[in-house]
């Protein structure tokens, strides 16, 4: 699979992290994937964050737009998720998911590949 996240840690409430993804190793063929992220906390289902199509193209859950903002650097082959006004809610693990779909949603991300995650925690 070949998803590296890493830029999680322990924040408090209103802090800031930005996690990134590398898929340079299969990064001619995840450069043309819808790309996002994903997370699932614990006792929780796991819930689509972000995705971004090859083209640039965002959505968002929409608990989370106006905080999260995806990115992604096709030249670098890097995805990223910037993360401010992080609340306790927002603790999860948190996935670098890559799939190959007509149309790049949320729902779609959960059908395609992932990394290990990376783990973010938001302290009160």
């Known amino acids: 699979v070949h998803l590296v996240e890493s830029g999680g840690g322990s924040v408090q409430a209103g802090g800031s992290l930005r996690l990134t993804c590398d898929y340079s190793?299969?990064?001619?063929?995840?450069?043309?994937?819808?790309m996002g992220w994903i997370r699932q906390a614990p006792g929780k289902e796991r819930e689509g964050v972000a995705a971004?199509?090859?083209?640039?193209?965002?959505v968002y859950t929409d608990s989370l737009k106006g905080r999260f903002s995806i990115s992604r650097d096709n030249a670098q082959k890097i995805l990223y998720l910037h993360m401010n006004s992080l609340k306790p809610e927002d603790t999860a693990m948190y996935y670098c998911?890559?799939?190959?779909?007509?149309?790049?949603?949320?729902?779609?991300?959960?059908?395609?590949?992932r990394g290990q995650g990376t783990q973010v925690t938001v302290s009160s």
């Open positions: 190793e299969h990064g001619r063929t995840y450069s043309t994937y819808c």
């Open positions: 998911a890559a799939v190959a779909a007509q149309w790049c949603t949320l729902d779609s991300l959960a059908l395609g590949y």
């Open positions: 971004i199509d090859p083209k640039g193209s965002t």
